[in-house]
């Protein structure tokens, strides 16, 4: 990975954003805003999985009334999402939230922005600017498309260019507390407007593939742009955008950041593909290994393990993985329990898997 770009540093709420300050998980509630119990009971489930900074829709003042309660309940920032209303967005900041996001160009008008700047700039507040395919203005594009050699290049560089003017807008009344993104559903197109973007300004970034589909796909979608920016050192707040329980969302985000190395995965699970000198239910033993891992971190347990290795066959079993604390691979309706590289016992495919828990078990407090 090249070196990380640094970014000038805001915070949301107590969360660190921009300068090498480490990439942090967003995600956004799915509940009614103004049903405040169930709103902060799904924030502190994504909370307790690793979501940092928390989004909620704000479509109305009857949502604004229960911000204070999901402001107090919450464990993690609060970042009010605005459309269109620029109230909305001073109640937001009344109410205390510790970050909105506005688009500058659909909120009213350059009085309207001016109040909302020197609202979040009383309250000490960063916004984030969004700069999205779906809300370019009208001609922004077409007019863009008759300069350049290819669609791509024209509509990267239209949010390229919708962003800078949208945090001209608010730089022009004195705030400088902003965090940009530029979305769209296209990878390459997403992933060209970061990169120009961020070789031309210092502004901390929130990277994301917007309406990136469904479990399957998003995912796939996330992991290559998101993961590719990430890889170039771009980024410092990240959304995988899912037609998914938001759950999923903090969980493909915290594996998107394990595989660019800007998380230690505790433990890492590896495993092979499997082919025709495969002799166990290598599937079964893989699922069985990441259920286990998932109830103990449930349960609050920390796994004092580097890496984890379910293998198919004694070619791929302690070769293959020597750099695993622990491991087990498979023999002819046997398995092989295996400790730093090293065989420490066989046994029928049951008692395997019972004696790797037993060893994870002990190495989790």
């Known amino acids: 990975m090249t070196k990380r770009r640094k970014a000038r540093k805001i915070k949301i709420g107590n969360v660190p954003v921009g300068g090498l300050s480490p990439v942090s998980i967003q995600s956004m509630t799915n509940t009614d805003t103004r049903n405040a119990e169930a709103t902060i009971a799904q924030i502190r489930e994504l909370a307790f999985h690793g979501c940092e900074i928390i989004r909620v829709a704000v479509p109305d003042m009857k949502a604004i009334e229960t911000l204070p309660e999901i402001i107090d309940g919450s464990p993690i920032p609060l970042i009010a999402d605005i459309h269109f209303d620029w109230r909305l967005a001073l109640a937001s900041i009344n109410a205390g939230v510790h970050g909105i996001r506005i688009n500058p160009g659909n909120i009213g008008g350059k009085d309207k922005v001016k109040k909302i700047a020197e609202a979040a700039g009383n309250a000490n507040i960063p916004i984030r600017v969004g700069a999205n395919t779906g809300s370019l203005p009208k001609g922004f594009y077409e007019k863009l498309l008759k300069k350049y050699s290819s669609a791509e290049n024209a509509l990267s560089e239209a949010l390229v260019q919708s962003a800078l003017e949208q945090c001209g807008a608010l730089e022009n009344f004195g705030f400088r507390k902003i965090k940009v993104s530029l979305k769209a559903s296209d990878v390459p197109v997403t992933v060209a407007a970061y990169r120009k973007f961020a070789s031309r300004t210092d502004y901390p970034l929130h990277l994301g593939v917007t309406e990136a589909g469904t479990y399957k796909t998003g995912i796939v979608k996330s992991a290559v742009g998101i993961g ?31 595989a660019a190395g800007l998380r230690k995965t505790m433990p890492e699970i590896v495993s092979c593909p499997t082919c025709g000198r495969t002799e166990i239910d290598l599937f079964k033993l893989v699922d069985d290994v990441e259920k286990l891992i998932s109830s103990l971190k449930a349960e609050g347990r920390k796994i004092n393990i580097g890496k984890i290795a379910v293998m198919g066959c004694v070619v791929n079993g302690p070769g293959e993985a020597r750099d695993a604390e622990l491991g087990i691979t498979g023999g002819k309706g046997k398995i092989i329990l295996f400790k730093n590289g090293k065989a420490s016992g066989t046994f029928s495919e049951k008692q395997g898997f019972e004696m790797l828990r037993r060893e994870i078990l002990k190495k989790s407090s």
Not at 230 to 244: E, K, M, N, Q
């Open 228 to 258: 590719s920016l990430l890889l170039d050192g771009i980024g410092d707040t990240i959304r995988v955008s899912l037609t998914a329980p938001p759950l999923e969302e903090v969980k493909a985000a915290q594996s998107i950041l394990e």
